[in-house]
Each structure stands twice: as C-alpha cells, then as structure tokens.
C-alpha cells in the first residue's frame, strides 16, 4: 500500500475523471493452493501436508465468473468492491487473476503483449461470504505494442479508474526479474494525485531465486513509496496467492476503527 495519503479505506468523493498526462497455461500439474483446495490431486507423503494445501479456513476464492467486457466505466452493471490488475503489457495480470480465482481460463492469458484490449470484469464470491469484482485491464508499456494503441489504453484505464465509483485498490504488478519501471511508477504518483489507492505485488516471482526476493520487494516498497514491503507471487507455483486474496479483501473490507473508550462518568 502506497504511503500518504493513506485513503484506501475512506470512501472517496465523487471526481471527475482527470486524464493525465495467448497463453503459455498454468503447469499442468499446478500446485497452485487455491487449485488444490479445488480438489486437485497433490501428491502428497503419508503424514505430511500435501503441499499447497490448505484448511478450510484459510480465504479463498469460491465462485468465480465473467460479468462483462467494457470500454468505459459507465457500462458496468453494479457489483462489488473493485480491485483493478494494472502493469506492463505481459507482466502477468489475467494470470494472476486465474490464479486467485483457482481457474486456468477465466482470464485470457498470452504471450502476446497486448491481449487483453478491453476492461474485463469477473465476479468473485470469497469463502467467508464476501464478494469482490476483479479488473483486468490492458497493459500498458511494451516495445512490442504500438505507441498509439498504448495511448489508447492509457486513456481508458484512467478514466475507468477515477470513474468507477466501487474502486477501491489498484494493484500495479511489477515483473520481479525486471528494473526499475518508471511508467509504473510515474502512473502510482497519477495515482496518488487523483486519490485512488494502490498496492503492488511483484510477480513471477518462481523465475527468480528465492534468495533474491526480499531485495526486489524492498526496492519496490521505496519506489513506489509503500507503507509495507509488496508480496511476491508466483500464478504459475501458487505462491502468495492466499496472502494476496486476503490483502485485497481487507482492502475491500475494512476493519471499522476500534470505539474509543469513554472517560467514566465523574462520580457524585
Ligand atoms: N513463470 C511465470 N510465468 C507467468 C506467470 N504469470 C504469468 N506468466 C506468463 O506470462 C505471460 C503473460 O501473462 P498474462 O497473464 O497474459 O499477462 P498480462 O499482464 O495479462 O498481459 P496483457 O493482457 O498483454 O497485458 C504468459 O505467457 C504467462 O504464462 C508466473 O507466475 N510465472
Ligand atoms: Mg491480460
């Protein structure tokens, strides 16, 4: 989560939007946790934990399905709290939502820069009862896409996001084998600047060592000016996926602040 200004879990006033400035599938064998707790075979050592595996109460993503493929926000038919995908074109973004939601198809993926060329929206229903409305938006920033259609997305995902009155986090994926990305981060301080809260999560994190990991989400967390280090996720392994789910459900969901305790009355 970004540092000040700390709005995430205060409503935010009605604005108007101010424009600035293929898949290679999941591995056959997924050991993606929330996959597993589908029911998928995991092999497992008598008296161990199959690996991924996780107890009924640990947060997961239920249902999942498809609501609508829009340009604008105004399209969008009403529904729950919304967490947009946002990054690089190919930095992972239907893939991670696949995976919180323990589904290989539900968003497209590719290796092609550049497939998702709409704003997608998925309904997720939560074990605990809760539902979110997942963003999948098009990637913005690739040497393999051109600069016009770039434009264009950018213009889109911006409008919808300062559009949408359910907005309530934006995740910036940020590839983990890769530098520093100035777009990213240039559109974190659009972000801040129209009030709308963002978290980043460092992605692919199964192509780098594990070694390496805590380095790469500390110099995200200064970058991006966070309050706490990003999470690491892997889609393809299943890694932080349950820890990111339940960051983004008490970002939808927050806690109300503790009453105050009120002074005794004073006594006779
Ligand atoms: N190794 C590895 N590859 C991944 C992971 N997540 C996604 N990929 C691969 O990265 C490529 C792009 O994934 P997508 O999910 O389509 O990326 P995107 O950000 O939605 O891309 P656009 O829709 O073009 O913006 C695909 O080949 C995925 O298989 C991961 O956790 N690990
Ligand atoms: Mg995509």
Known sequence: MAAPPTNRSQPRPSRKPQPAAGAAKPSAKPTNPVIAAKGTQVPTTPGKPAPGKIGPRVLRITQAD??????????????????AFVGRSNVGKSSLIN???????????????GRTQRI?????????????????????????VSKAMMAQFAEMIQYYLVGSEAM??????????????DDAIGFARWLIENRVPYDVVATKADEIPKNRIGAVCARLKTE???????????????TGIVELLTRLRNTAYPRPPKPAKSSKPAAG
């Open 99 to 113: 995976a919180l939601c323990g589904r290989e198809a539900l968003a497209r993926t590719s290796r092609t820069p």
């Open 120 to 144: 997608n929206l998925f309904d997720a229903k939560l074990s605990d009862g809760k539902q979110l409305r997942l963003v999948d938006l098009p990637g913005f920033g690739h040497a393999e």
């Open 66 to 83: 498809f609501v609508a493929s829009v340009l604008k926000a105004g399209e969008v038919p009403d529904g729950g709290p919304e967490v």
């Open 168 to 181: 309530r986090l934006v995740l910036i994926l940020q590839d983990a084998r890769r530098d520093r990305d």
């Open 224 to 238: 991006f000016r966070l309050e706490q280090p990003p999470l690491a996720v892997s889609s393809r392994e299943g």
